[in-house]
């Protein structure tokens, strides 16, 4: 694990998180205002059946959740932190996976103008909440079926959500790049690489993803002094990537996006972290 649990700040989390948002919301307007919407929306994406309308649904959705139960009564689940958050979140895909379907051929099943307006009304309600007295309190509570997290660290999920559904998004649209907030890729890259350091601790490699986060795992000789022996070295959409199942350990090595020294530097077996 890593030696000290990160802290996020709340208010850097909240501005990261809006303007997240926001830069989704445009890129859901251009996608809905192009001439050929329909069969944007209608293209395939790199998630399994998802077609982009379903993409841009279940993004939707993970905006509006915490909108749309801040005011659920507590039912007394566990505690829930980040790691274990990312441990487990796979575990529901196939509940997402049906919300994503639900919403897709409901709400999201019109028009382009209609879906960018759907779109907006999730976007808005997140936006009201960042800006609302309930984000202040550091002790509120908020429950999924995972369990019981705080609401600053639940905000932290939406940042995850947040990016790498837009790098999703990116992909489906051929787009060269999404124009990510800078301390939303910031913090989503710290997370997993904490992740990676939750779920195979040690000290005999170290992987470091410039200019977010440097973290050290996997059980052996812990590094004290000079170079590492084992050194994995990314970009962070690549490293989220890795993390979440969108890219292969032995392409990105390959194609050298990835580098990696050291007899016990390959991190293969333990990625995906988040599915």
């Known amino acids: 694990m890593p030696a000290k649990s990160r802290t996020y700040q709340p208010t850097k989390v909240r501005a990261a998180l809006a303007a997240q948002t926001g830069a989704l919301r445009d890129a859901v307007h251009a996608l809905c205002a192009a001439p ?3 069969r944007l929306l209608a293209g395939p994406t790199r998630l399994g059946q998802w077609r982009v309308r ?21 039912e007394g689940r566990p505690t829930l932190d980040l790691a274990r958050w ?7 895909a196939p509940l997402l996976d049906a919300g994503a379907r639900e919403h897709a051929a409901g709400e999201f099943g019109g028009d382009p103008a209609s879906v960018a307006a759907a779109f907006d009304r999730a976007a808005d309600a997140l936006l009201a909440v960042l800006d609302g007295p309930e984000v202040a309190d550091p002790q509120r509570r908020f ?3 995972l369990g019981s997290m705080t609401l600053a660290d639940m905000l932290v999920t939406r940042l995850v959500e947040a990016v790498v559904h837009a ?18 890729l910031a913090a989503v890259t710290r997370l997993l690489a904490d992740a990676l350091a939750d779920r195979v601790p040690g000290g005999a490699v170290e992987l470091r993803v410039p200019p977010y986060a ?6 052996g000789p812990r590094h004290t002094r000079g170079t590492p022996p084992n050194v994995v070295e990314t970009d962070p959409l690549t490293w989220i990537r890795l993390a979440t199942g969108r890219a292969d350990w032995a392409t990105a090595v390959d194609e050298a996006v990835v580098a990696a020294s050291g007899e016990r530097s390959d991190l293969r077996e333990y990625l995906p972290l988040l599915g």
């Open 54 to 74: 379903e993409l841009v649904a279940h993004l939707a959705v993970q905006l509006d959740w915490v909108p749309a139960h801040l005011d659920d009564p507590l």
């Open 86 to 92: 990312v441990a487990g979140v796979g575990t529901v």
């Open 143 to 145: 429950e999924i079926r």
């Open 167 to 184: 790098d999703d998004l990116a992909d489906a649209l051929g787009l060269p790049a999404f124009p990510h907030d800078r301390q939303a």
């Open 36 to 38: 050929d919407a329909e």
């Open 214 to 219: 440097v973290v050290q795992a996997v059980e």
